[in-house]
């Protein structure tokens, strides 16, 4: 194809793939904890890292790694400390980590516009080699922790006191989860924004969990939607001219909602039969 011939093409659908990996496994088990938002609250945190970047000067990938493995400890803190109220540390953070940004901006009046623009929607043909290096490094090593901690995240994700009981480091298993999800969030920021990175991380694990029951199908089935959703969103976005971003999460939703009629069809059906 004509757009292959670009190099920020190839990049972005390289990317695509990266992210195709990683998602899925956060994604599932963010779901299955119930912490779905928890992706939006780090993504909005993670607004303050690229602010405090701007004011000092410093590229704003590093500063936001900092913010974001910070807030999520944090953010597990007040998980635990609020464990009926949940829901509090997430309200709690997505305030601060907002107003945290919105502070850091006002006083720094050199910093451009359009930067924190990019942040906020991003754009996945923008992205650097660097960028891209980052993304396959991540999903390459999220991957083979998920290989070998796969049997005690089943655990710790279903029920943490039988895991306490058991004997697993149940603090720090959900620490060391909450860092992760953060360091990728900080990494997929600038290609989808902060706005929409939450969409790409749960959307896709939560339409293969209408068609699949068991976890390993489940992601199969998660990275196959990441993949055709990424990469008919980056050609779409081409092709139309329209905000790659929003283009690829518009492909996630388009899937959600398909799988979602065909899953209550065939139950009607299976009904029917029956």
Do not use: C
């Not at 007040?78 to 850091?104: K, N, P």
């Not at 991003?122 to 991957?143: F, M, N, P, Y």
Request: glycine share 6%; net charge positive.
């Amino acid at each position: 194809m004509e757009m292959f011939q670009y190099d920020f093409i190839q990049r972005a659908f390289l990317a695509g793939a990266a992210i195709s990996l990683i998602t899925p496994i956060l994604g599932l088990l963010l779901i299955l904890r119930r912490q779905s938002l928890l992706a939006d609250t780090l993504a909005h945190i993670s607004l303050a890292g690229v602010a405090l970047g701007l004011l000092l000067k410093v590229a704003p990938t590093y500063t936001t790694l900092i913010v974001v493995v910070i807030a999520s400890v944090l953010i597990e803190y007040l998980r635990m400390a609020y464990r009926d109220f949940s829901e509090v540390s997430v309200a709690l953070m997505t305030a601060t980590g907002m107003a945290v940004a919105l502070v850091l901006v006002n006083l720094n009046p050199d910093a451009a516009s359009f930067s924190i623009e990019q942040y906020l929607f991003g754009s996945i043909i923008l992205i650097t080699d660097q960028e891209v290096k980052l993304l396959i490094g991540l999903a390459i090593g999220l991957v083979i922790l998920y290989t070998i901690f796969r049997r005690p995240l089943y655990v710790l994700t279903f029920d943490e006191a039988t895991a306490q009981t058991s004997g697993l480091p149940v603090k720090l298993i959900s620490i060391l989860f909450s860092v992760i999800t953060g360091v990728a969030i900080s990494i997929m920021m600038p290609i989808v924004g902060s706005l929409l990175v939450s969409a790409l991380i749960v959307i896709p694990s939560a339409t293969a969990i209408k068609v699949s029951n068991s976890f390993l199908k489940t992601i199969i089935i998660a990275i196959v939607i990441n993949v055709i959703g990424v990469f008919s969103g980056i050609t779409l976005s081409y092709q139309w001219d329209t905000p790659p971003g929003a283009s690829i999460t518009l492909m996630f939703v388009a899937a959600f909602v398909i799988v979602s009629l065909f899953n209550r069809i065939w139950i009607y059906f299976k009904k029917g039969r029956s």
